[in-house]
């Protein structure tokens, strides 16, 4: 019997949200989808019996229509950044329209106290401020954070330098976990239906291996002779102002790729995290040669 036989599930169209919502519908619930735009398709649910509500997690008022008109108990959210009360808004609306619990999904990397991470080390920072108003809104009960590590689908920003066969990247050699956005989101959908006994699960991948790796890995799915070279830190700067990556991003993002590449994975933390997709989801985690088969289409969009 399901804990919360009721959810609903913001994020769908994307590939954690919808793994969440499918997870969801196995354990038993009445699934609903949180969306902005209902009529987008969403191949891998659209067959099955879910109703659909526009709703967006920067409009209160939208939130609690959805929320009310489903029933729901549980609610599956990600993070939103673009607003300075880090989503208070929006999880006091999915409270008072009745939701009791929320899944969270949020960053690996938060590796100390959610109330003492530096503002500097941005994408942690900005998960920890939504747990903090999770942790004032809801109680310490009241909500799981699902922290994931690397995952795999960054290589899509590769995709086109992979497909001319030529991929440049300031420290190939870098070390991550590469997680399946589809394992996260069936322990996501397996906590928002049954709980959790943790109110922090981490995620990692199966293997550790280097973007040059993994980058090979891609190419040899696609047929592609892919040579991966070394760029400079100002050299891979310019390239991501150029796709419109906000200065802050840019440097956080070569401090990790760079200067502490992989540095996550010999933490306490990751040692406590490498069972966890199979605890929860009831799997064993998808390997990267796995993840890419599965979704070689999307490199050659």
């Given at each position: 019997m399901p804990r919360y036989s009721n959810v609903i599930v913001f994020g769908a169209t994307g590939d954690?949200?919808?793994?969440?919502?499918?997870?969801?519908?196995?354990?038993?619930?009445?699934?609903?989808?949180?969306?902005?735009?209902?009529?987008?398709?969403?191949?891998?649910?659209?067959?099955?019996?879910?109703?659909?509500?526009?709703?967006?997690?920067?409009?209160?008022?939208?939130?609690?229509?959805?929320?009310?008109?489903?029933g729901a108990q549980a609610a599956f959210i990600y993070g939103i950044f673009d607003g300075a009360d880090f989503m208070r808004v929006a999880l006091r609306a999915l409270k008072e329209s009745g939701v009791e619990f929320v899944v969270f999904l949020s960053s690996f990397i938060i590796?100390?106290?959610?109330?003492?991470?530096?503002?500097?080390?941005?994408?942690?920072?900005?998960?920890?401020?939504?747990?903090?108003?999770?942790?004032?809104?809801?109680?310490?009960?009241?909500?799981?954070?699902?922290?994931?590590?690397?995952?795999?689908?960054?290589?899509?920003?590769?995709?086109?330098?992979?497909?001319?066969?030529q991929v440049k990247l300031p420290n190939p050699d870098a070390t991550f976990d590469f997680i399946s956005s589809e394992d996260i989101g069936h322990v996501a959908g397996t906590i928002l239906v049954n709980g959790a006994q943790e109110r922090i699960v981490r995620l990692l991948g199966p293997e550790r291996m280097t973007l040059r790796e993994a980058v090979r890995t891609v190419g040899h799915a696609l047929g592609k002779e892919a040579q991966v070279t070394s760029i400079t830190r100002g050299e891979a700067a310019a390239?991501?102002?150029?796709?419109?990556?906000?200065?802050?991003?840019?440097?956080?993002?070569?401090?990790?790729?760079?200067?502490?590449a992989g540095w996550y994975l010999e933490s306490p933390e990751a040692l406590m995290a490498r069972e966890n997709i199979q605890r929860y989801a009831q799997h064993p985690p998808q390997r990267l040669q796995q993840w890419v088969e599965s979704n070689l289409a999307k490199f050659l969009e």
């Amino acid at each position: 019997m399901p804990r919360y036989s009721n959810v609903i599930v913001f994020g769908a169209t994307g590939d954690v949200g919808s793994a969440a919502a499918l997870q969801a519908h196995h354990h038993g619930a009445t699934v609903s989808l949180a969306t902005r735009n209902p009529a987008k398709p969403i191949p891998k649910l659209d067959h099955l019996p879910f109703t659909r509500y526009q709703a967006d997690l920067t409009q209160p008022a939208t939130l609690r229509a959805a929320v009310r008109q489903a029933g729901a108990q549980a609610a599956f959210i990600y993070g939103i950044f673009d607003g300075a009360d880090f989503m208070r808004v929006a999880l006091r609306a999915l409270k008072e329209s009745g939701v009791e619990f929320v899944v969270f999904l949020s960053s690996f990397i938060i590796l100390t106290d959610i109330h003492e991470v530096d503002p500097s080390d941005i994408v942690p920072w900005e998960h920890a401020q939504v747990e903090i108003t999770l942790e004032e809104i809801y109680g310490s009960s009241g909500y799981v954070t699902v922290r994931p590590a690397f995952y795999a689908s960054n290589l899509l920003h590769e995709k086109q330098a992979i497909l001319r066969g030529q991929v440049k990247l300031p420290n190939p050699d870098a070390t991550f976990d590469f997680i399946s956005s589809e394992d996260i989101g069936h322990v996501a959908g397996t906590i928002l239906v049954n709980g959790a006994q943790e109110r922090i699960v981490r995620l990692l991948g199966p293997e550790r291996m280097t973007l040059r790796e993994a980058v090979r890995t891609v190419g040899h799915a696609l047929g592609k002779e892919a040579q991966v070279t070394s760029i400079t830190r100002g050299e891979a700067a310019a390239q991501m102002e150029a796709a419109g990556m906000p200065p802050a991003m840019i440097q956080w993002h070569l401090h990790n790729v760079i200067d502490r590449a992989g540095w996550y994975l010999e933490s306490p933390e990751a040692l406590m995290a490498r069972e966890n997709i199979q605890r929860y989801a009831q799997h064993p985690p998808q390997r990267l040669q796995q993840w890419v088969e599965s979704n070689l289409a999307k490199f050659l969009e």
